[in-house]
């Protein structure tokens, strides 16, 4: 090639011939594109999930508080708490208190909850922790309901002792002579547990049923102060039963668990490991459906 001159001190010389080379294909694997879930970006998703959780709990003891406040008691950064608080506000689930810096939460978790507890069926849970005890004692299980002036029986599970008792799902049977009966009178206010009673006619099964209201009353406040109920052969010869509550969401008692067996293989222990067996299971029901004891 020959230059062009245009002055003593430059050279300005045609471009010289390229060869093309292949443009570099993308890749047709469109997961090459996305971002790669290394272990450290997990471990900061989980801590983030940890720290709004956190935040939450604690707003629902405090209610309305601010970010300073509450960095100082999580031990977090007042920025860090700030911008969570920020997209927690963005979501719906916290609200900010006027021209304030303090936030407090909103119903839209309670909603969460709600839609949970549809779900839940009182059987279906109390079924779980109705078969581990039957399976753990071999005795039967029963799980029953209060229904006008007297019990219902909603779910069985027969132990493998093959007990013959009479009761079947759908049977009705007394409040005064049961246990369940008497942990469903215990646990109501003492003006409708007396108002029930004054509807019942009293009849003896057996020689050591309760025959009165005013017996049944004397009973309860020690029910309701144990925690459970008793039927020491007052529904049928020769039958023990001891029963727990079961509270729904609303700390009321909705329901009665108890387990019977014969004074035959009630030795000195067995009360005392089928009330903490039931006591374990009524909780653990209870909890299943929304029910979160009052911490003293």
């Known amino acids: 090639m020959r230059p062009v001159m245009l002055s003593p001190d430059f050279e300005i ?15 047709e694997d469109p997961s090459a594109n996305e971002p790669v879930d290394t272990g450290a970006d997990k471990a900061e998703s989980v801590s983030a999930v940890d720290k709004v959780f956190t935040i939450l709990g604690a707003m629902g003891e405090l209610g309305a508080v601010g970010p300073s406040e509450l960095s100082q008691r999580l031990g977090m950064s007042k920025t860090t708490v700030h911008r969570f608080l920020q997209t927690l506000k963005g979501l719906g689930y916290v609200a900010q ?3 304030t810096d303090r936030y407090r939460l909103t119903i839209r978790l ?25 399976q753990l004692t071999r005795e039967t299980v029963h799980l029953g309901a209060f229904d006008e002036d007297a019990i219902i029986y909603i779910h069985k ?12 799902v759908g049977w009705r049977k007394p409040l005064y002579s049961t246990a369940i009966g008497k942990v469903l009178l215990a646990y109501m206010p003492p003006d409708e547990s007396r108002a029930v009673l004054s509807r019942v006619e009293f009849k003896k099964p057996t020689q050591k049923t309760l025959g009165s209201a005013e017996a049944v009353l004397s009973i ?40 019977s067996f014969p004074t035959m293989r009630c030795g000195a ?28």
């Open 110 to 134: 309670f909603e969460l909850g709600a839609k949970a507890l549809e779900n839940v069926d009182l059987v279906r849970e109390a079924d779980i922790e109705m078969r581990r005890i039957a």
């Open 13 to 27: 010389t045609e471009p010289r011939e390229m060869k093309a080379t292949p443009r570099q294909r993308k890749s």
């Open 269 to 296: 222990d067995t009360k005392a490991h089928y009330v903490a067996l039931l006591q374990q299971a009524g909780a653990a029901i209870s909890s299943r459906l929304g029910h979160h004891p009052a911490s003293d």
């Open 220 to 259: 309860l406040p020690r029910v309701r102060q144990q925690g459970f109920g008793e039927d020491n052969e007052e529904q049928e010869d020769g039958l023990l039963c001891i029963a727990v509550p079961v509270f729904d969401r609303f700390d009321r008692v909705i329901a009665g668990l108890s387990i």
């Open 157 to 168: 599970i027969e132990g493998d002792y093959g007990l013959r008792m009479q009761s079947r």
């Open 97 to 99: 208190e006027g021209d």
